[in-house]
């Protein structure tokens, strides 16, 4: 039977997070695998209120478990291996990544009850590992986090490299400086397919390297008349040397605030990528040390309600307060779909007296190539495919059309979509059914099981909750009552709204025919509809309705 080589995103590809991507190669439907990268996105209060974190939905892997060969983590972001933990179960194969990105891995294994033995720490290339009918090698490459990894995956039909997340970045503070040379090294015998980041398409600039934005830091850092307080990504360990090492120069002491931030920093040491970071003071200590003399580094550069950021904004944090005179910097961009939580503390901050600077091209690079970085990366790697992933369907798109341009034969392959890579040209080799999966608490659940959408709708319409007790005879103990969550106390009538509810449906009751008060399906549906007519008629809303019957027997 016909062996085949096939590419499968079932996240990041028409997203920006949750990644999750698969190759195979053997015979139809009987195809060796490999897993790269197992993230996780973000809920937000409008789409997914009270969940704690979005999945990648792996039905299609779990029905394939025993085809699994290994999952090869690119580097640390929560996008990439925030799943490792919850997924690994269902997954069962070892699990690969570098150092830096293994401790990171470890820890969320270990808050999920599964061994660390299943983590294998590997080198780089020309470090081959053997995992079935591929050949891995991870290639270093420079992002906004350190031991990043473009993946170089040997296959009996050629040679695939996967970018992973990555920038043009030869002076990145720490981590791997990009090297051009070795890139094109790798793909000299020729590349079959170029799997790429397509974050930044839409940036004309050439990228800006995390060394350039030194001196603008320290200049903030020595000018600021009171204290500073800074917020970057957690992950970004360059970056908060580069804030540390600044304030250090401007006699500034330094305190981290945040767990997220101190995990960083400890596997960062951990691991020997941070031997030279400025020594930190405690919150407590940092409370008897002049504030024209300390930088906080604090989490929660994208509006977290319950980060270091959104703390010190609502007043206090850890004893800490925010004065006038002092100044809060985002050394960071805001991630589209996070502005409204940014915004906010930006505002009361600014009612503090605090002066608020966001200038994200003073203090901030991005973490990404921009389009002629990419159009670079083209050019040493000279595929015969281009794919574009990590990135959302506009920018799948125009990365394919950017490569169109140079000649290159590219496909938008979004979540779901095999792609065959055997062959001279790619093709779509059938559509999976994918989608989300919520951890909401300990539990996962479906986006389809219709659980956050009921709850939206008790967050938009409010509740009701209608109790009666019938007796052994079928008729009525007493009167029904009524609870109201989430609405106004009183209506147009000027009568309190559960009065007006439990008169409305005791009305009904004393009507109603014995064959009706002995069905309870009936019973239910009359009593509810009761209740949100006569919600609309008092308050103009018709809110989620809960109707308990008990029986005597």
Not at 49 to 65: F, Q, T
Not at 178 to 190: H, M, N, Q, T, Y
Not at 247 to 261: E, N, Y
Not at 327 to 340: A, Q
């Amino acid at each position: 039977m016909t062996s085949r080589l096939i590419y499968l995103p079932l996240g990041g590809a028409g997203e920006i997070g949750m990644n999750a991507y698969v190759y195979g190669y053997g015979p139809k439907d009987a195809e060796r695998l490999i897993v790269v990268d197992l993230g996780v996105t973000f809920p937000d209060m409008d789409g997914t209120p009270g969940v704690d974190l979005i999945l990648p939905d792996i039905a299609w892997l779990e029905e394939r478990k025993a085809m699994i060969d290994g999952i090869f983590i690119t580097h640390a972001h929560e996008d990439h291996v925030g799943a490792v933990g919850h997924y690994w179960d269902s997954l069962g194969a070892a699990v690969y990544a570098r150092k830096f990105t293994a401790n990171i891995a470890a820890r969320k294994l270990e808050e999920n009850g599964h061994p660390e033995s299943v983590l294998n720490v590997v080198g780089t290339y020309p470090d081959i590992i053997e995992v079935g009918p591929f050949k891995v090698s991870f290639v270093p490459i420079s992002h906004s986090i350190p031991e990043s990894s473009g993946l170089m995956i040997d296959t009996p039909e050629g040679r695939v490299l996967h970018t992973g997340d990555f920038k043009i970045d030869t002076t990145p503070v720490i981590g791997d400086p990009f090297d051009a040379d070795l890139w094109a090294e790798i793909s000299k015998d020729g590349v079959k397919a170029l799997v790429c980041d397509s974050t930044n398409i839409f940036s004309k600039a050439v990228g800006r390297s995390e060394a350039s934005i030194a001196a603008e830091v320290e200049g903030l850092m020595r000018d600021a008349p009171g204290m500073v307080v800074a917020t970057t990504f957690a992950s970004n360990i360059a970056r908060l040397k580069t804030l540390a090492t600044a304030a250090d120069k401007a006699g500034r002491s330094v305190c981290l605030l945040g767990r997220a931030m101190r995990r960083m920093i400890e596997a960062a040491t951990e691991t020997g990528l941070l031997k030279d970071f400025p020594k930190t003071v405690s919150p407590e200590d940092a409370l008897n040390i002049p504030r024209e003399n300390l930088l906080l580094l604090v989490t929660g550069s994208q509006g977290e309600r319950r980060a270091a950021s959104a703390q010190l904004a609502n007043g206090k944090y850890l004893g800490i307060t925010m004065n006038e005179g002092d100044t809060f910097l985002f050394s960071s961009k805001t991630i589209p779909g996070n502005e409204r939580g940014v915004i906010r503390i930006m505002n009361q901050f600014s009612e503090m007296g605090v002066d608020v600077v966001e200038d994200d091209t003073r203090y901030h690079v991005s973490g990404h190539a921009n389009r002629p970085d990419l159009e670079r990366m083209h050019e040493i790697v000279k595929p015969q495919i281009l794919i574009p992933m990590h990135g959302e369907h506009r920018h799948l798109r125009e990365h394919v059309k950017v490569g169109a341009a140079k000649g290159l034969t590219g496909i938008v392959a979004v979540n779901g979509m095999m792609i065959d890579l055997s062959g001279n040209a790619p093709t779509v080799a059938e559509y999976i059914e994918t989608g989300r999966t919520y951890l909401d608490g300990t539990v996962q659940i479906g986006a389809l099981d219709g659980i956050v959408r009921e709850r939206i709708k008790m967050a938009i319409n409010g509740h009701i909750v209608v109790t009666l007790i019938l007796d052994e005879n079928d008729e009525l103990l007493g009167e029904p009552w009524v609870e109201v969550a989430g609405l106004a106390e009183t209506g147009t009538s000027n009568a309190a709204l559960v009065e007006v509810l439990e008169e409305d449906l005791g009305q009904f009751l004393m009507r109603a025919a014995g064959k009706t008060l002995r069905d309870d399906v009936k019973l239910e549906k009359e009593l509810r509809s009761i209740a949100r007519r006569s919600a609309q008629s008092e308050i103009g809303k018709k809110p989620e309705v809960t109707v308990i019957v008990s029986r005597l027997s």
